[in-house]
């Protein structure tokens, strides 16, 4: 707001076109070197003078009520009147976005594959993919949740022949996805020895493909049991969908998809396979029927889209998956611009990187297994120890674990850029110190209690009046966090142009660091009654944001810690 009225001076200042000085206002690195800066080194050229000179110029010719201009070497630098613009950044600090323009986007997030486990890949995409979920909804678009379950494929005929050699449906009841990986590594031990084995498979799929009984009654039985497992986990993870629609449910839907690309004449043999040539992208072929004439991968994207577009009415088609199908999805929009849907242009792949448990992969090889389920196990039970010896009177203390043990996994990964490697260690991210998920938490609880205790001890409503605005001797660490809550559209705008959760990640941090600041400076309970209201009022906007904030994120907020 400020910023833009600066930059209206500057334009007029500089004979510019309007808007052309807003995108080049600056935050100062120090706050004591004021709340704006303009550097003036590219105008050295077009106006012949020193940049110093500029600046220097521009500070004497600049006027506007409650701002200050002054030249610092090549910077032009601008100091708001605090007490001035106080009233209405703390309106910001409590301002909700509304940016949105009611769009329809459908999100593929999570999307694990039956009677597999639950790998970190999934994790992060069910994470990274809610966030975006969230982070549209509050931005006023209508975003779609979708769990792309990967519940069809020929490891469905190995599954049923193990399950029907080896398998009991006590222990897979049990143990789902357990006792499901212990069978599929048995079959593979095996089928080694015993070729017979992976033919019977064959046999069971092919029997489930053409519907046979007892091979459906088992595969919806495996769907069922794995899915069970699953939800358990996204219950803990916070995390719901708006539709589960799983690879089998385009079954009935790929008919039309290979006819279509066959009538075009886009469908091609190769190896007696038939394929989409992608020469020209620069891309291998899209393999679309494998030699026996079954579908695959590719083949059902390829119908997920056309419905997602079709009849779910997405203006936009997100997939939060690994960076590794990159090639994967390159294809498959690259089929659909050659299928003329013109709206491929609007399909786009939201990739991430690899992340890796104090330097172990959590992987499904034989043996070597990290459960997801034994992750945040370990995380809320290491939260407990530390909360116990902080606060061994909280009521409810292992709720508050659970919240705090997730909420350091959720913001373990959120916080980094989601396309590099991350090395998560478990022992930092349940630290409440440091750039944790539990610092910001117990910042929030921090806020909290000083608000419980200033209704303890006065029952007066907190207002702040112009008077005791006017009144308040603006220190840096009130200024600074005040300034700061005002961002949240912005940083909101920012993380989702990118896509990127973990900008609000890092405004979180920063909200709570400040707020520490601020409450280490300020006592916020002091008796000068202008004081206390207008810290109090500071104390309950970080609250509220951090509370947004996370909430964005996944991340309980518990009121004690
Ligand atoms: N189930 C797949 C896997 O685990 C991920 C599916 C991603 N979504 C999609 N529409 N292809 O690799």
């Known amino acids: 707001m400020a910023f833009t009225q600066i930059a209206a001076v500057l334009d007029q200042l500089l004979h510019w076109e309007e808007g052309t000085a ?37 500070a004497e010719q600049f006027v506007l009520e409650g701002v200050t201009a002054s030249a610092d070497g090549p910077y032009l630098n601008f100091r708001l009147d605090r007490s001035a613009y ?58 779609i949740s979708v769990n792309h379950l990967g519940d069809w494929g020929t490891q469905f005929g190995k599954q049923i022949t193990a399950y029907k050699r080896w398998g009991s449906q006590e222990k897979l009841e049990a143990s789902p996805i357990r006792e499901s990986l212990d069978l599929y590594v048995r079959f593979h031990d095996e089928a080694a020895n015993d070729p017979s084995l992976e033919t019977e498979a064959r046999s069971w799929f092919r029997k489930l493909e053409e519907g046979d009984e007892e091979a459906q009654q088992l595969w919806r039985y495996f769907v069922e049991v794995s899915l069970a497992e699953f939800n358990r986990m996204y219950e803990r993870l916070g995390v719901t969908f708006d539709k ?60 997920t889209a056309l419905y997602r577009h079709d009849v779910l009415g997405a203006d936009k088609l997100l997939y939060v998956v690994g960076a590794e199908q990159s090639l994967h999805f390159r294809q498959v929009f690259a089929v659909l611009r050659k299928m003329d849907r013109e709206w491929a242009a609007n399909c786009q792949h939201i990739p991430f990187g690899l992340m890796k448990f104090e330097g172990k992969k959590m992987s499904t090889r034989r043996g070597k297994v990290v459960f997801l389920e034994e992750v945040l196990d370990e995380a809320v039970s290491r939260a407990a120890v530390i909360i116990e010896q902080k606060n061994p009177q909280l009521q409810d203390r292992s709720a508050v674990a659970e ?55 006065s029952n007066t409503a907190v207002s702040v009046s112009h008077e005791n605005l006017a009144a308040y001797t ?76 996370l909430g964005l994120l996944g991340i309980r907020t518990p009121e004690e810690i």
Request: hydrophobic share 40%; aromatic share 8%.
């Open 474 to 549: 603006w220190d840096e660490a009130s200024w600074e966090l005040l300034k700061r809550l005002g961002d949240y559209e912005n940083e909101l705008q920012r993380g989702l142009r990118r896509q990127e959760p973990s900008v609000l990640a890092r405004y979180a941090l920063d909200i709570a660091k400040l707020f520490n600041r601020f409450y280490h400076h300020n006592k916020v309970l002091t008796d000068a009654a202008h004081e206390r209201t207008v810290r109090l009022e500071l104390t309950r906007l970080s609250a509220l944001r951090l509370s947004r904030v």
């Open 244 to 303: 589960v629609l799983g690879e089998s449910f385009y079954n009935d839907k790929m008919g039309a998809v290979v006819e279509e690309l066959r009538e075009c004449g886009l469908l091609e043999e190769s190896d007696g396979a038939q394929v989409v040539r992608l020469d020209e992208e620069d891309m291998p072929p899209c393999l679309i029927l494998k030699s026996d004439g079954t579908t695959i991968y590719p083949t059902r994207d390829l119908a």
């Open 403 to 457: 919240a705090i043990g997730i909420g350091a996994i959720i913001f373990g990964d959120l916080k980094n850029n989601r396309i590099g490697e991350i090395d998560f260690s478990l022992e930092e991210a349940v630290q409440f110190e440091g750039e944790t998920g539990p610092y910001v938490q117990y910042t929030y609880a921090r806020a909290c209690s000083v608000r419980r205790k200033a209704m303890v001890e």
């Open 22 to 58: 807003e995108p080049l206002l600056e935050l100062p690195p120090d706050s004591d070197l004021g709340d704006a800066a303009f550097p003036c080194f590219t105008l050295a050229k077009s106006l012949r003078k020193a940049p110093q000179q500029i600046a220097a110029d521009l």
């Open 86 to 143: 106080a009233a209405s950044l703390l309106q910001q600090a409590e301002a909700l976005p509304q940016f949105g323009t009611g769009e329809t986007i459908v999100i593929d997030l999570s999307s694990p594959n039956i009677a597999k486990p639950f790998g970190v890949g999934h994790l992060r995409s069910t994470v990274i993919g809610a966030a975006l979920y969230r982070m549209y909804a509050e931005a006023g678009e209508r975003p």
